[in-house]
C-alpha cells in the first residue's frame, strides 16, 4: 500500500527526494504520514483538498483486500 501512496504523491510533487513517510501500525490501523516540503503541499493537497480526499478514498479502496485500515496525513517539514 506504501507503494501505492508513493506513487500518487510523488505524480504532484516536485521535490520528490525530500519526501518522507512514516508508517506507524497499531494492529489493524496502519497510519502513513507524508512529510512534504511546503512548496509541495498545495501541489499535493489540491485545492480545496480534492487531491487528498481522492487519495484517501483509493487507499481505503484498495486496502479492503488486506483487511487492514489506513489513515494518510499529509505535513508539512516544520510541523513534525
Same mark, same amino acid.
Given at each position: 500500500?506504501?507503494?501505492?501512496?508513493?506513487?500518487?504523491? *510523488? !505524480?504532484?510533487?516536485?521535490?520528490?527526494? =525530500?519526501?518522507?513517510?512514516?508508517? &506507524?501500525?497499531?494492529?489493524?490501523?496502519?497510519?502513513?504520514?507524508?512529510?512534504?516540503? =511546503?512548496?509541495?503541499?498545495?501541489?499535493?493537497?489540491? !485545492?480545496?483538498?480534492?487531491? &487528498?480526499?481522492?487519495? !484517501?478514498?483509493?487507499? !481505503?479502496? &484498495?486496502?479492503?483486500?488486506? *483487511?487492514?485500515?489506513? *489513515?494518510?496525513?499529509?505535513?508539512?517539514?516544520?510541523?513534525?
Amino acid at each position: 500500500m506504501l507503494e501505492l501512496i508513493k506513487f500518487i504523491v *510523488n !505524480r504532484f510533487a516536485e521535490k520528490q527526494d =525530500e519526501i518522507e513517510y512514516i508508517v &506507524a501500525e497499531d494492529g489493524n490501523l496502519v497510519s502513513v504520514t507524508v512529510v512534504l516540503d =511546503e512548496s509541495d503541499m498545495g501541489k499535493v493537497i489540491g !485545492r480545496q483538498g480534492k487531491l &487528498a480526499k481522492a487519495l !484517501r478514498t483509493i487507499v !481505503r479502496s &484498495a486496502s479492503a483486500k488486506e *483487511n487492514k485500515k489506513y *489513515n494518510v496525513e499529509i505535513k508539512a517539514k516544520g510541523e513534525i
